[in-house]
C-alpha cells in the first residue's frame, strides 16, 4: 500500500493481481514523504537492488500502516482531505485466473493438494478478503479506478498520465517465480471447480461482467 503526497495517490493493494510488482513500480517515483508499506524480503531484495524507495513512513503514533489495508481502515487513520481528493486506484483481475494464482502461490512445492481440494477448502476467502474488502465500504466501490490486471499495461500508462509521473511504469517481476505450471485457468480448473469460484467470487464477477 502506498500513500504518496508527491503525487497525491492512494494505491490499494488487491491479492494475487500483480499488486507487489505495481508497488514496486510506483514506489521508484515516491517522495522523502510518502507512506510505503513492507513487502516480503524477497521482494524488498528487488526492490533494493532496482534502487527504488524501500518502505518507510508506515509507522505512527497512531497506526500502523500494511501492506493489503483495506479501504476502511485507511480512510479511518488519514486526514479527510487527503482521503477526499487523492487520486485511489487499485487493481482487479479474473476471478478464475486468480484462484489458480492463489493455489500455486500458497503451495509452492509437493505435497500438496489438489487444485480442486484447494477450491473446497474455504481458502477462497482470502479472495474476498484480498479483493473486494480492500477497495469498498459498505459495499460500495470506494476507490476512483478499479483496473483491470488483464490490461495492465494500458492501465499503468493511464495512471501514469493521470499523476503526471514522467516516466513509464516499469514492473518487475515479483513473485512470478512461484508458479511453474503456466497453462491457463481453463486448461486446469474443473466444472465443478468454475463453479464454485463463480458462486464464492459472484461479486466481483458481477460487478466486473467477468467471463469464464
Not at 18 to 38: F, M, Q, R, V, Y
Not at 174 to 197: G, H, N, P, V, W
Amino acid at each position: 500500500m502506498i500513500i504518496s503526497h508527491k503525487h497525491k495517490f492512494i494505491f490499494l493493494k488487491t491479492v494475487k493481481t500483480a499488486g507487489t510488482s505495481i508497488e514496486i513500480a510506483l514506489s521508484k517515483h515516491c517522495g522523502p514523504d510518502d507512506i510505503i508499506t513492507p513487502i516480503s524480503p524477497e521482494d524488498e531484495i528487488i526492490r533494493k537492488e532496482l534502487g527504488y524507495q524501500g518502505p518507510q513512513n508506515f509507522k505512527t503514533p497512531k497506526i500502523k500502516f500494511y501492506n493489503h489495508m483495506p479501504a476502511t481502515e485507511i480512510k479511518a487513520n488519514i486526514d479527510p482531505e487527503i482521503w477526499d481528493s487523492y487520486f485511489k486506484f487499485c487493481f482487479v483481475r479474473n476471478p478464475w485466473d486468480r484462484a489458480v494464482s492463489l493455489y500455486y502461490y500458497l503451495h509452492q512445492s509437493e505435497p500438496r493438494p489438489s487444485l480442486s481440494e484447494f477450491i473446497g477448502s474455504g481458502q477462497l476467502n482470502r479472495l474476498l478478503q484480498g479483493g473486494l474488502s480492500i477497495y469498498t465500504i459498505d459495499g460500495q466501490i470506494a476507490v476512483d479506478r478499479v483496473c483491470q490486471f488483464e490490461k495492465i499495461t494500458e492501465e499503468l500508462e493511464a495512471i501514469r498520465i493521470k499523476l503526471d509521473i514522467a516516466e513509464t511504469l516499469e514492473l518487475p517481476n515479483a513473485k512470478s517465480r512461484f508458479r511453474q505450471d503456466k497453462r491457463s485457468y481453463r486448461d486446469l480448473l474443473s466444472e465443478d471447480d468454475k463453479a464454485k469460484i463463480a458462486r464464492r467470487l459472484a461479486e466481483e464477477i458481477r460487478l466486473f461482467d467477468y467471463q469464464f
